[in-house]
């Protein structure tokens, strides 16, 4: 049996403006994100991926969503401000930038579009679903 990723990924807000990070080596636009560490406990790991990304530092208000991945793996997805720092791209990041939510769909693939939709819309539930290579998958639970 293979062991499954934890991948941690941020959406790191400030005002109505959230951060996008645009890889060196495929462009493509996407969310913070890194996978948790044997060992590391969540917030840790989740705040050290975005430093390490963006060079910023954030505080964790929320689990936002839990997804599993196609293949093996489940992606933990947390609401962030930025706390203070300034933008300083970190190794394999091509630059990071501020986008206004709104644009976000624009932006992004749709599925890191939805992932910042369900953690900036008003409800303090986790979204619980699945993201298979193209779409996203929800079930909202009650807690």
């Known amino acids: 049996m293979t062991g499954h990723r934890v991948e941690l990924v941020a959406v790191v807000v400030d005002g109505h403006h959230v951060l996008v990070v645009e ?15 044997d060992g590391e406990d969540v917030l840790t790991g989740l705040r050290r991926c975005v430093g390490l990304t963006t060079g910023l530092v954030v505080a964790v208000d929320r689990l936002s969503g839990v997804y599993t991945r196609e293949g093996s793996g489940v992606s933990l997805v947390f609401l962030a401000r930025h706390v203070v720092g300034q933008i300083q791209p970190g190794p394999g ?28 819309t008003g409800t303090a539930q986790a979204t619980i679903g699945h993201q298979p290579l193209d779409t996203v998958a929800r079930l909202r639970v009650a807690r």
């Open 23 to 37: 890889h060196r080596d495929s462009r493509r636009c996407e969310l913070p994100s890194g996978p948790l560490r």
């Open 93 to 120: 990041v091509a630059r990071c930038r501020w986008v206004p939510v709104a644009s976000a769909p624009q932006t992004l693939p749709p599925p890191a579009a939805e992932l910042i939709q369900h953690a900036t």
